[in-house]
């Protein structure tokens, strides 16, 4: 079943010049396939950086991430891809306990930064229009799934660590940021079919549009 509906909530510590920022977000997260079998979510929910909380608001269809915070609205080209190969997952472990399976396992570094550079290609390409480039890698990922009786999911945890930097072709100054992310998410009535609506996409601005025109 390619449905969901999940309660997402992350902690983060961002390291910047040698400081750690502590941050989280709080999401509920509703996930489906459309007619022609890819994905399609809303997503709702607040980021909370050193005390101050932002709503935010994001769904995703047709290839493109909308999001929504405090008013300011922009959608950006993102490809998601559920289905990844097997060969991503490796040391996979399964034991019991009580009518529920948990499945833990790790991710291989290789395979998950190949996705990821397919992932975030559209938005690499608007940065080096801006004349920077920008670097992404997973460092370290690995987690445990619950699986109940009926063999859908209703937990998954998940811990991340990875690196960001960004380049600038002019100076070759390079601005690094570290990542590290712990995933927790409750799946609410695992196995039934969920059902909504995609929002407007009105008023969004091409972040890529936006950022040439501003560059030019």
Known sequence: LQSGNIDVDYTITMSYLGQDIDMSMNMKLMMKEDANGDMQFVCK?????????VPIDMFYTDGYMYVN????KYSQATQINMDLDTDVVKG???YTSGDTRKLAFTIDDQKINEVLTAVTSATAETYEE??????MKINESNGEMT?????YCEAMKMFMDYGMSVTDHTTSEADEMNYKMDINMTYKNPGKEVYFEIPSTDGYEDIAVAYVADAE
């Open 92 to 94: 996979l472990r399964m």
């Open 130 to 135: 801006l004349g920077v480039t920008l670097d």
């Open 147 to 151: 699986v109940n009786k009926d063999g």
């Open 45 to 53: 929910g607040t980021a909370d950086t050193l005390g101050t909380a």
């Open 69 to 72: 915070t405090m008013g300011i």
